[in-house]
């Protein structure tokens, strides 16, 4: 009779930056490129706000055997709770079918319960067979929501008036590269119907908030001020443009440039969060928002842009339709906790 080795016990801990090297070497082997950059930026980022990272481990006798990484929601997908986002997973080839993935959700979803957080998201593209089949023995299944995305070298149909426009979306993040600096140079703006679309500023935060006040009924605050603050403090993330008229601002939108999250292997911009003010709906705003952005990314040859529309929305699913952006490949997951017994 052939014997059959048993698998190695995992143990599990929180990840550190001392397993970048590994991680690096077992994604590569999973997606045949190396990330290095995104792992380690993911990994940076857990560090300088840790409440807002869920990163673990899984190590066995041969030291690193596989990975989850996970970010905290907050105003994305217009969340009034907290949810989480699964970013990465991963195992070492010769750890593989031996329930180490579901180890490391299962150690995820207590820290996630433990966090009073309820709803787990993450997204995949529909042929990626794998992947498919471990999320749906983890318990998710398809949210009620749409990956939306456009593409810069395809020719945009610009709408004649927006719709109600406010778009808490989002996701992942790594290799992101910032256009929002503090200083607008003449070149960053665009004034389409009156409207002049410049660089988010600190002391644009107030307004901002009344807006998407205006639109959500909740005050998002917090999110909205930490979100700037990122932007602020490191020009490698977001990217945070205002449009004002006569003055006053009368819309905002707020994206990152992604790199790695959810396997993508080129660069991807993302649109967090965008809102016009209820009295300038009709305007063009919008339309001005996300000229402007586009245009911005063409000179940063990123060519993709990104967002996630509920489908319950379907005022905000026809402005991204009128502006060029159509159903991705990709496709959005949830599992939902059980709260505690």
């Known amino acids: 009779m052939v014997e059959i080795a048993a698998a190695p016990a995992l143990t599990i801990r ?32 857990a560090l300088r706000e840790p409440g807002l990272h869920a990163q673990f481990a899984a190590v066995d006798t041969d030291g690193l055997a596989g990975y989850i990484l996970a970010r905290v929601l907050e105003g994305e997908f217009g969340r009034s709770g907290p949810g989480l986002r699964l970013e990465m997973v991963g195992l070492r080839a010769d750890a593989r079918g031996h329930g180490g993935g579901a180890q490391l959700f299962r150690v995820l979803a207590d820290w996630a319960g433990r966090h009073g957080i309820r709803d787990l998201h993450t997204a995949a593209t529909w042929h990626d067979t794998a992947m498919l089949r471990w999320l749906a023995a983890m318990g998710f299944a398809l949210a009620p929501s749409y990956v939306l995305e456009a593409t810069l070298d395809e020719r945009t149909r610009w709408p004649q008036r927006d719709e109600t426009v406010s778009l808490p979306s989002g996701h992942g993040v790594g290799g992101e590269i910032d256009f929002g600096a503090p200083q607008a140079n003449d070149d960053e703006r665009l004034a389409l119907g009156h409207a002049e679309v410049r660089a988010m500023r600190p002391k644009d935060l107030r307004e901002i908030v009344r807006i998407d006040r205006g639109i959500t009924g909740r005050d998002r605050g917090s999110y909205i001020a930490a979100r700037m603050a990122e932007a602020m403090d490191d020009s490698a993330i977001r990217v945070s443009l205002c449009a004002r008229l006569e003055g006053a601002i009368a819309g905002f939108v707020m994206a990152r440039a992604d790199l790695g999250d959810f396997g993508r292997t080129e660069p991807v911009a993302v649109v967090d969060t965008i809102g016009v003010d209820i009295a300038h709906w009709k305007n063009g705003i919008g339309r001005s928002l996300v000229e402007q952005l586009f245009a911005n990314l063409g000179e940063l040859h990123i060519e993709r842009v990104e967002t996630v529309v509920a489908s319950t929305d379907p005022a905000l699913l026809g402005f991204f339709q009128r502006t060029g952006f159509r159903p991705s490949q990709r496709l959005s997951f949830l599992r939902r906790l059980d709260p505690p017994g």
């Open 14 to 45: 929180a990840l550190t930056q001392g397993d970048l090297a590994a991680v690096v070497a077992i994604d590569a082997a999973i997606r045949d490129r190396p990330r290095s950059d995104y792992v380690e930026r993911r990994l940076a980022a």
